[in-house]
């Protein structure tokens, strides 16, 4: 099977393409932190100890997230680096929230107006709401930066090491 070209601009502007590549692959790297810190903070002396692999291979980001906040409420009081754990684990649902919501809706570009809009649904509460929302190419980078923040501080957490964004160092 030969893979066919596409054709620029295709399903959106590029550059919004590759800012939501760029969103993508951030995500999976926090995903990846994410499984070592578990495995750091439940005590396994490899960065991803099978153990804690096993444990969290069927998990859902949110049980990730709950899972590290239960280990460094029990931890915090040996470990002062772990002290801040709270305002770690709000950046990492607010990553979270803001990915979920480019990487489960639809993005289209209007034909009449040229705006790339996001489409989404929701049935909370019993009824149907659906919204159209014109997309910014900064909106999009603002996720890029809420995955990256929160992978620096889920690092600094784990290790007791400040790591700062790329856009600093």
Excluded at 24 to 47: F, M, R
Excluded at 87 to 100: E, F, G, H, M, W
Excluded at 129 to 135: L, R
Aim: with cysteine.
């Amino acid at each position: 099977m030969s893979i066919p070209t596409f054709k620029d601009n295709w399903p959106a502007p590029n550059e919004y393409l590759l800012e939501l590549g760029r969103v993508t692959t951030l995500w999976g790297t926090l995903e990846s932190s994410v499984n070592i810190a578990i495995s750091k903070l439940a005590g396994y002396e490899a960065a991803l100890d099978y153990r804690a692999v096993i444990m969290v291979a069927s998990s859902n980001f949110q049980q990730k997230i709950d899972i590290i906040s239960a280990l460094s409420e029990k931890l915090a009081p040996q470990y002062p680096n772990i002290k801040n754990y709270k305002s770690v684990i709000a950046k990492l649902q607010s990553a979270q929230k803001a990915r979920n919501k480019y990487a489960h809706n639809a993005i289209t570009t209007d034909q009449e107006t040229g705006k790339v809009m996001l489409s989404f649904a929701s049935s909370r509460g019993g009824s149907l709401k659906t919204t159209v929302e014109e997309v910014k190419l900064h909106s999009i980078k603002e996720v890029t930066v809420k995955i990256h923040e929160a992978m620096c501080a889920l690092h600094t957490l784990v290790t007791g090491k400040e790591i700062r964004p790329i856009w600093e160092r």
